[in-house]
C-alpha cells in the first residue's frame, strides 16, 4: 500500500533475517480484514508505503536467537502483538496492552521501549543502488505476503493436520467476536444479546452465543443475505436495519424489557447509541466496532445510571496461545463453522478480495499464497 485510497500493488521486498525472538514464516494464507482497509484510508496513522495483513497462517522456516517454544516446521497462526511490560500485561490481560497502537499500528518493531527500529522490509531500485525503508511489522507480521517476520510471543503453534487456508483468520476478527462472548461478556446461560453488524466478528459472537447458550441471540444488520447466514449460525432472531425505522422497538418488541447483553460490531455511533438504548438495566454493551480515530457518540447519562455499562473491547480479551487452540478445538467439532463465512481467492487477486469485502458480497475473504 502506497499511497492513502489507493490500490495494493504486488512487489518484488527484501526482507531482512528474524533478529532475536523473532520467527520467519513461509505465509500459506492470511484473511483480510477491515482494519487492513482503515490503514489503505488513513483512519489510523500507519505510516505509508507499508504491507499490511494481521490475520496470517503459515509453516516456520526459520527462527532467530533466543526462540524457545517455535520451531522450524511448525504450523502456526499469527495473531495481534502486546509490549509484555505494562501494567495490562503484567497482569495477563495482553489484548489491552498499554501500547497496543505502537506495537501493532506504528509500522516499526519493537525492542525493550523503542518503536523506532525499521520494519524488516526493504526494496532496492531498478539499478539495485537506491535501498527504500517499507513499513511493516503490522500486527508483528505484514502477512499480505509470501513470507513475514513474526514474534514467538505473537504466533500459536498448531496441529500440522489442521487446514491453515481455513484457521488463518482466527488471530484477528473471528477471535475478536468469539471472545467478545467467552472471555470478555461471559453471558449466562439464557441470557439475551444482541448484535450489531453481520461481520466476521459479530457472526463469530453469535456463534460464540450459540455455544453457550444464550436466548435470544438477535442480530441487527442491513444486508438480508448475511442475517440469513446469521440464523444459519445460531441467532434466533434478526432485524434488517434499513428497513426498520426504529431499531429500538424492534428489539423491545422481543424482550420487551431490554437485552442483557450486547456487542457493537458496526463503529458507527448512531448504531453504537442504540444498541446502548435497548440495554435492560445492569446490561452490558461491549465495543468491538473500529471507527475512525477522533469518533464521538453521545449517551443519556441517566439511563447509563441504571448500571449500564458500555465496555470496550480488543481482540476479544483473548489470550491467542490458549484461546486460538480453543477456537480451532471448536471448530473441529462443527460448533464454529467459520469456512461457511470464508471465500478464498489467489495473492494475486487481492482487490477482487479487498472489492468482495468492501461491497459486503464475502464476510471473510482469504488470501493463499500457495
Excluded at 186 to 196: C, I
Amino acid at each position: 500500500m502506497r499511497k492513502k485510497n489507493g490500490p495494493f500493488t504486488l512487489e518484488p521486498l527484501e526482507l531482512d533475517p528474524p533478529s532475536e525472538g523473532e520467527v520467519l514464516v513461509r505465509i500459506a494464507a492470511c484473511g483480510i480484514c477491515r482494519a487492513d482497509l482503515s490503514v489503505r484510508d488513513q483512519h489510523y496513522p500507519t505510516p505509508l508505503p507499508v504491507v499490511l495483513g494481521h490475520e496470517g497462517a503459515g509453516v516456520v522456516e526459520g527462527v532467530g536467537k533466543g526462540v524457545k517454544t517455535v520451531s522450524v516446521g511448525d504450523h502456526v497462526l499469527m495473531t495481534f502483538a502486546f509490549c509484555g511490560q505494562c501494567p495490562s500485561c503484567a497482569l495477563g490481560v495482553i489484548a489491552t496492552c498499554w501500547h497496543h497502537m505502537e506495537m501493532n499500528f506504528s509500522g516499526k518493531r519493537y525492542s525493550g521501549h523503542d518503536w523506532s527500529i525499521p520494519a524488516p522490509l526493504f526494496q532496492y531500485d531498478a539499478n539495485g543502488g537506491v535501498r527504500e525503508q517499507i513499513n511493516g511489522a503490522f500486527f508483528n507480521q505484514s502477512a499480505f505476503a509470501t513470507h513475514a517476520i513474526a514474534t514467538e510471543a505473537n504466533v500459536v503453534v498448531i496441529d500440522k493436520s489442521a487446514d491453515l487456508q481455513t484457521l488463518a483468520p482466527l488471530g484477528c476478527g473471528f477471535q475478536t467476536g468469539a471472545g467478545a462472548i467467552m472471555n470478555v461478556l461471559r453471558p449466562e446461560v439464557g441470557a439475551s444479546l444482541l448484535v450489531t453488524g453481520a461481520g466476521s466478528a459479530g457472526l463469530a459472537a453469535v456463534m460464540a452465543a450459540k455455544i453457550i447458550g444464550c436466548d435470544p441471540i438477535i442480530i441487527l444488520d442491513t444486508v438480508d443475505s448475511k442475517l440469513r447466514l446469521a440464523l444459519d449460525l445460531g441467532a434466533t432472531h434478526v432485524i434488517n436495519g434499513s428497513k426498520t425505522k426504529d431499531a429500538v422497538s424492534a428489539v423491545k418488541t422481543i424482550c420487551p424489557h431490554g437485552v442483557a447483553y450486547a456487542i457493537e460490531g458496526t463503529g458507527n455511533p448512531a448504531v453504537f447509541r442504540n444498541t446502548v438504548d435497548v440495554l435492560q438495566p445492569t446490561g452490558v454493551c461491549g465495543l468491538i466496532g473500529g471507527a475512525p480515530q477522533g469518533t464521538e457518540v453521545a449517551f443519556d447519562m441517566t439511563h447509563l445510571l441504571f448500571g449500564r455499562t458500555v465496555k470496550g473491547i480488543l481482540q476479544g480479551g483473548s489470550r491467542p496461545k490458549s484461546f486460538l487452540p480453543k477456537l480451532t478445538k471448536l471448530h473441529q467439532q462443527g460448533r464454529f463453522p467459520i469456512e461457511k463465512l470464508i471465500a478464498h481467492y489467489e495473492f494475486s487477486n487481492i482487490e477482487a478480495a479487498v472489492d468482495a469485502l468492501s461491497t459486503g458480497h464475502v464476510i471473510k475473504p482469504v488470501l493463499t499464497m500457495q
